[in-house]
């Protein structure tokens, strides 16, 4: 059902796409994630209402995986297909939509894991959530070090010809898992696009080869908790507020991880504030100063995060001496 909802017409205005790895496939630098605030407890107007920003702003690229929503996993892919339904249906030529399988989904020996019968299910149950024929990357959400990569790969060589899926891809993969699915793949005729990494100022595990993996193979990289959970934004820098990841349940971010990490937010705040811009824009920039990353996966809670969180690319890149700086704020603070 048309919702009468009208995009902007000024959607694509001053975006500048990145390319994903040696492949014809676009994507905007920044990537909204649903991971968070998108399920069946959280308010659906207000989803909504970031899905449209994000379009109308020129964010092209949504991550999804099959368990993300609170506190049903799966519900987050049914809200996002409502979405789609009512706003975006003349409009899905123009977006990348991405699911994954690998965490704990459902009961039973099939529903976690890496084995081909959990993937190539899961992937019809994301779609059937979703509302859609196909999605334009599936993932494998992270290796199963009891199933052979060569059979996780199995799942998602399926998935292309069988037009579920235009790409695939991996996350959470190390530089040698990365590179066996990447051959693996290859004998099949099938790209391995994109490896979906965590990378952020205070986690640089990326930066220890897998990285250079990744440009060696013509892989892309996107990164995701580039903000590490609002930690790298202004959120926690007076406190923990109501209504914040960490105020709330979330077993993924507590007082603690914050408390510890608040020392470090200040100084890099510090340096933000030189380049004129916010905590929030400068880490998205410093991750996407690398070419290998096509794109940032953020969550966001509000639209007005959303909207600082776009501007990341306004300021030039960084000068030597303030990457320097990044580096000896980094190394000095123990978190
Ligand atoms: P971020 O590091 O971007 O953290 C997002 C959180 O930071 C928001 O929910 C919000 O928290 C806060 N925030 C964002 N922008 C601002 C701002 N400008 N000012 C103040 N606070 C801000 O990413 P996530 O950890 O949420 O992950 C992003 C996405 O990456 C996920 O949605 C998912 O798609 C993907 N992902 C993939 C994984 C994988 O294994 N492949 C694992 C984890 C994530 P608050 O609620 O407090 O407002």
């Not at 199963?144 to 998602?156: F, G, H, K, W, Y």
Request: proline share 4%; hydrophobic share 35%; with cysteine.
């Amino acid at each position: 059902m048309d919702s009468g909802y009208k995009v902007s017409d000024s959607r694509y205005e001053g975006v500048e796409f990145n390319r994903c790895g040696r492949s014809g496939l676009l994507t905007s630098p920044v990537t909204l994630g649903l991971w968070h605030n998108f399920g069946s407890s959280d308010d659906f107007g207000k989803a909504q209402g970031m899905v449209r920003f994000a379009f109308d702003n020129g964010i092209t690229h949504y991550d999804i995986a099959n368990n993300y929503g609170s506190p049903d996993g799966g519900s987050a892919e049914s809200n996002f297909g409502k979405i789609l339904k009512k706003d975006f249906a003349a409009y899905r030529d123009e977006m990348i939509i991405t699911t994954k399988a690998g965490y704990y989904m459902w009961p039973g020996p099939y529903g976690d894991g890496g084995s081909k019968k959990y993937l190539v299910a899961s992937l019809d149950q994301s779609l059937n959530r979703l509302g859609l024929d196909y999605v334009d990357i599936f993932y494998s959400h992270r290796p199963d070090p009891a199933t052979p990569i060569e059979e996780t790969v199995d799942a998602l060589e399926l998935a292309v010809p069988s037009g579920k899926a235009l790409y695939v891809g991996i996350s959470n993969y190390n530089p040698e898992e990365a590179r066996t699915a990447h051959e693996e793949l290859d004998r099949r005729g099938i790209r391995c696009l994109v490896h979906q990494a965590r990378y952020s100022m205070l986690d640089r595990r990326p930066e220890e080869g897998l990285l250079d993996t990744l440009d060696e193979l013509g892989m892309g990289c996107v990164a995701f908790s580039p903000l590490e959970q609002g930690i790298l934004t202004g959120r926690y820098l007076n406190g923990i507020p109501e209504g914040s990841r960490a105020s709330g349940q979330s077993v993924f971010l507590n007082t603690e991880q914050v408390e510890a990490r608040v020392g470090v937010a200040t100084a890099l705040n510090e340096i933000a504030r030189s380049r004129g811009q916010t905590l929030a824009q400068m880490a998205l920039a410093w991750v996407l100063r690398r070419k290998t990353v096509a794109s940032v996966i953020i969550g966001a809670s509000s639209v007005d995060q959303i909207r600082e969180n776009l501007e990341c690319t306004e300021k030039g890149p960084f000068t030597p001496e303030e990457l320097g700086k990044i580096d000896d704020v980094v190394e000095s603070f123990q978190y």
